[in-house]
């Protein structure tokens, strides 16, 4: 219980307290979770590209409060300084952070580099990317045997839906032949949710018979949600 108000106090005393954007990343390049967590919200500006670096860097691979906090952050911060989070060392962060163990971080992050869409380069990184992490999870998925835990073969899944998500938005910065083995081997996968995602790319007019037979496929899929993307 003492534990527990300190904590609390803690808490209360940096919600009080007003920092400037270099005591920030003074935080988060040094602070505890608790100190991340609270004061990173009260980012308002940046700087420079070093700024940002700190903040990516709080993104991935730390406490889930600490990325989720981060990750909403950047979302409100990106639209104002788009050219300094488009820094090619933050590309993998970006990608790795869309198949963060927390949803909420994934959809974070997604509508944030929703932002950089416009940016060739990052656009093409992202679509190559999320097509390198669905093959691995699809190789994985086909080495997990019949009586592996279930949660084995949905970590895998998260992955591959978080990725057709993020190709949605992304798809036509992929070699469109790319495009097409993973819609087709997603197609096929039991997962449902999966299947959706792929419906849902398929909404877009496609001019190729392969993609239509699969769409016509899941149009009269077994689940009610597949077959009324």
């Not at 933050?90 to 869309?98: D, M, V």
């Not at 656009?123 to 997990?144: G, H, Q, R």
Request: with cysteine.
């Amino acid at each position: 219980m003492e534990d527990l108000k300190e904590n609390l106090n803690k808490v209360v005393s940096l919600c009080e307290n007003t920092y400037s954007t270099e005591e920030i990343i003074f935080i988060l390049k040094n602070g505890t979770v608790m100190e991340k967590q609270v004061a990173v919200l009260s980012l308002s500006e940046l700087h420079s590209k070093d700024d940002v670096k700190i903040l990516m860097e709080n993104l991935t691979g730390i406490d889930g409060k600490v990325r989720q906090a981060v990750a909403f952050k950047i979302l409100q911060l990106i639209p104002t300084y788009k050219n300094l989070f488009l820094e090619e060392s933050f590309y993998e962060i970006f990608a790795n952070s869309i198949i963060d163990i927390d949803s909420n971080v994934c959809r974070l992050d997604l509508e944030a580099i929703l932002y950089l869409k416009d940016n060739k380069n990052f656009s093409m990184y992202i679509a190559n990317k999320m097509k390198d992490i669905i093959f691995t999870a699809l190789e994985e998925l086909s080495k997990i045997s019949f009586r592996a835990k279930k949660y084995t073969s949905n970590k895998q899944y998260f992955k591959i839906y978080w990725c057709l998500e993020t190709l949605s938005y992304f798809y036509n910065s992929l070699d469109f032949t790319d495009l097409k083995k993973i819609l087709d081997e997603c197609s096929n996968l039991p997962e449902y949710t999966i299947r959706e995602k792929c419906a849902f790319i398929l909404k877009n007019d496609f001019d190729d018979s392969d993609l239509n037979k699969i769409k016509e496929i899941l149009s009269n899929d077994e689940n009610y949600y597949v077959r009324n993307v």
